[in-house]
């Protein structure tokens, strides 16, 4: 039994996803053509005493939904926030499609197609769901806007993903509800060829209805071979729609692999202590294990002069 | 693995849709409206949720008109009407340098003396040098106090409350410095010295001329109206009915009629006087030039996009600081347009000018009109709006023989009211 199959079993029967083989492949982690989307090795980042990160090995495969959780403090902002390039890590590499890059801005990261879709940060209420798509790149045609094919590319994108109805896509997007903002800073990712879409806490302070919203696009997400990080605390939607999880547990990783290796109660142990013992099913990788394998020393890749 | 597996419940995305559709802001009507009679259903929902159009303001101003008509039947006359369309226009044009920082969340409390020194300098220059030399000169001058403002509030991070604040005092006292230096006028007044710049509002459209503008101008908009319609629906988006189209040509033909009309009546007391003054005119280039560039233009775009999420706009790649430089270097050069019209409309250019007065004015325009003073919600066309109805306010209370004082508290309350609106109307957005 693959392990897609026992995600697909947990995911919402309306997520529509298609499970490709090559998907398949890459989210299992056996990858054997192409290496994972993103890597990273003994990925750091201190500030000032506090150790936020310790020696991060973490693969992210496309096409999958790979699940950050941890208690609060654990370092998930921090990591995301390494992989999006808002801070650099003090020690360690950074692999996009096999060779190391260095995220010195959230600039260098979405040249890159690492898109992070906030809750609130994203979008501006006063604009329409067109505008917000376009913004920062907006179609020029003879010195104006290009007000028709900007319209028209946002609508077959957001119609491509399918997961959201609304009267009018010229409507500000003061007038959506939480769920469908999301599908917009998601269509906006979608639609500036994100390969890798980060979204933080994306069903916080959502309803039934709009957290399905949600989860069904981060399927969709998956679907064409986009790699997807979440960040929840909600731990019914990571058994929902993740492939894999990674928990980290003050700054350290404590494990990752894939869904079906963990259950609910085997995450909250491992968020609250770093351990459990009810792991030890095929695939997964526990921390001591890691421990020995990867290498400590940092790399050569480090900043020292830019620990702020 | 099935334990804590997250069970979706069927899906119902349309009853929650039309939840907070009602309970939020609801779509303007133009983008979702297929036949007349929904446009207007739709319109009146906005209007009770507070989002509501121009509609409303010109209803206002109808109802002020008929007050004052009813006290005084000479308001209506049209030499009345004329002079409080030149009067207007200082408020309109102010209040259009207002609105590109209004609509970044930010606030320019000096363009009152900032158009008095753009004026002085035109008025000055008037003497010796050709007239457009003397108004581009004017320009320029409050350009540069636009452009330095602006780079003092984003550069270093100033509240424009408080630069502009510095502003207005510092210009005030800049205003009397010129005034004296220029050795014209005894030092408190400097007359214009020109026909052209006279001209600007006093001078006027000979009537079949006015006609034939009017004309083009009504054309040339309802062609661009009714071909804009016709590529979005070429393209199979959404367009406005043919009928709303259709009503809004209509409208801008009447107004142009009737303001051809008022201002092809004999207004002359010995000599006659007929014609539509060149300031309407001025006025609508200003407009739809700076309508053209908030609403076509990658910089217009930025504005909006600052004013409502300055943050998301920074994420997006928009550059703040040259984008709020230059909205208040705009505003620099509007308020220079305003200061040139109003000493045109006076003749002359005083130390009297009260500039503090202005800039309320200026302000109480643009918000009345329907511009949030939060940020990222206003156009060029509610100055029009505002300033008209502030023009009415203040002229009507001049003709009915109250004094500055009355005038003052009326055009106060009026304010008071309307970012009262504003507020209340957000707050409940906000709750809602």
């Known amino acids: 039994m693959t392990m897609r199959g026992a995600a697909d079993g947990a995911r919402p029967a309306s997520a529509g996803r298609a499970s490709s083989p090559a998907a398949d492949l890459q989210a299992s982690g056996n990858s054997t053509n192409e290496g994972p989307l993103l890597q990273l090795r003994g990925v750091g980042k201190s500030f000032g005493p506090v150790q936020a990160l310790a020696d991060i090995d973490l693969e992210i495969p496309t096409g999958a939904v790979t699940a950050i959780v941890g208690d609060n403090g ?70 104006q806007l290009d007000e028709i094919s900007m319209e028209l590319a946002a609508k077959r994108t957001l119609s491509d ?35 890798l879409v980060i979204m933080d806490e994306p069903t916080a302070a959502l309803g039934v209805t709009q957290t399905h919203i949600v989860l069904d696009l981060i399927g969709q997400l998956a679907s064409r071979n986009i790699a997807v990080i979440v960040i929840s605390h909600n731990l019914n939607d990571v058994m929902a729609i993740a492939d894999r999880v990674a928990v980290l547990h003050l700054g350290r990783l404590v494990a990752v692999g894939p869904i079906s290796g963990f259950d609910t109660s085997a995450i909250v142990d491992l968020m609250t202590t770093g351990t459990s013992s009810r792991l030890g099913r095929e695939g997964t990788e526990a921390a001591p294990a890691r421990g020995t394998k990867g290498p400590d020393t940092p790399a050569d890749g480090t900043h020292p002069g830019e620990a702020e | ?41 739709i319109w009146l929902k906005r209007v009770r949720s507070g989002e509501s159009g121009a509609l409303p303001v010109i209803i206002g101003l109808v109802a002020i008109v008929v007050y004052f008509q009813a006290r005084n039947s000479l308001f209506l006359s049209a030499g009345n009407l004329v002079n409080l369309v030149i009067q207007g226009a200082v408020f309109i044009v ?30 000055w220059l008037a003497f010796s040098a050709p007239w457009w030399v003397a108004i581009l000169a004017g320009l320029a001058a409050t350009t540069a106090i636009g452009a330095l403002q ?33 050795g014209h006028g005894r030092g408190v007044t400097i007359p214009i010295r020109n026909s052209i710049i006279d001209d600007l509002t006093t001078g006027n459209l000979g009537p079949a001329a006015g006609w034939v503008v009017i004309v083009v101008i009504v054309v040339l908009a309802g062609v661009f109206l009714v071909l804009r319609d016709r590529r979005r629906r070429a393209s199979n988006l959404v367009a406005p009915p043919a009928s709303v189209t259709a009503l809004k040509v209509a409208a801008m033909a009447a107004a142009g009629a009737a303001v051809v009309l008022v201002g092809n009546t004999n207004r002359g007391i010995r000599i006659p006087v ?30 909006y996009a600052i004013g409502g999420n300055a943050e998301a706009a920074r994420r997006a790649g928009a550059n703040l600081v040259m984008i709020r430089t ?3 270097t705009l505003c620099g050069l509007t308020a220079g347009a305003a200061g040139v019209i109003y000493a045109s409309r006076l003749g002359s ?51 009915l023989g109250l004094s500055a004082a009355v005038t003052d508290i009326v055009t106060a309350l009026v304010l008071l009211a309307a970012v009262t609106v504003d507020t209340l109307a957000r707050r409940g957005r906000a709750t809602g």
């Open chain 1, 74 to 143: 654990a370092g998930k902002s921090t990591l995301i926030k390494t992989i999006s390039g808002i801070w650099e890590p003090d020690h360690g590499d950074i692999i996009w499609m096999g060779s190391p890059v260095h995220l010195h801005s959230p600039r260098a990261a979405a040249a890159l197609g690492i898109a992070t879709v906030y809750q609130d940060l994203a979008l501006c209420d006063n604009l329409d769901i067109v505008q917000n798509m376009f913004l920062g790149r907006e179609v020029i045609r003879h010195w």
């Open chain 1, 161 to 195: 993903l399918a997961v959201m109805s609304v009267r009018s896509i010229r409507q500000p997007v003061a007038s959506l509800s939480g769920g469908q903002r999301q599908a917009v800073a998601v269509a906006k990712a979608v639609m500036q060829q994100a390969r």
């Open chain 2, 1 to 41: 693995m099935s334990t804590g597996v997250h069970e979706p419940p069927p899906e119902a995305p349309a009853q929650d849709e039309a939840a907070t559709a009602a309970a939020q802001v609801a779509a303007p009507p133009e983008v979702i409206a297929d036949s007349l009679g929904e446009y207007v259903r």
């Open chain 2, 94 to 123: 102010l209040g259009m340098a207002e609105v590109f920082v209004l609509l970044l969340g930010e606030i320019d409390l000096s363009v009152g003396f900032n158009a008095a020194i753009g004026a002085t300098i035109t008025a």
């Open chain 2, 150 to 182: 602006g780079t003092l509030i984003t550069r270093l991070r100033l509240p424009s409350f408080v630069v502009t604040l510095a502003g207005l005092l510092g210009l005030e006292g800049l205003l009397i410095v010129l005034v004296s230096r220029s």
């Open chain 2, 274 to 303: 007929r014609g539509v003054p060149w300031v309407v005119f001025i006025v609508l280039g200003i407009l739809t030039l700076w309508t053209a560039l908030l609403g076509r233009t990658r910089f217009g775009r930025y504005v």
């Open chain 2, 326 to 328: 230059v909205a208040f």
């Open chain 2, 349 to 399: 250019i005083s130390t009297n000018v009260d500039g503090g007065q202005l800039v309320l004015f200026a302000v109480a325009s643009a918000v009345i009109g329907g511009t949030h003073l939060y940020g990222g919600v206003g156009r060029m066309l509610h100055a029009v709006l505002g300033g008209l109805v502030v023009a009415v306010i203040y002229n009507g209370l001049g003709l």
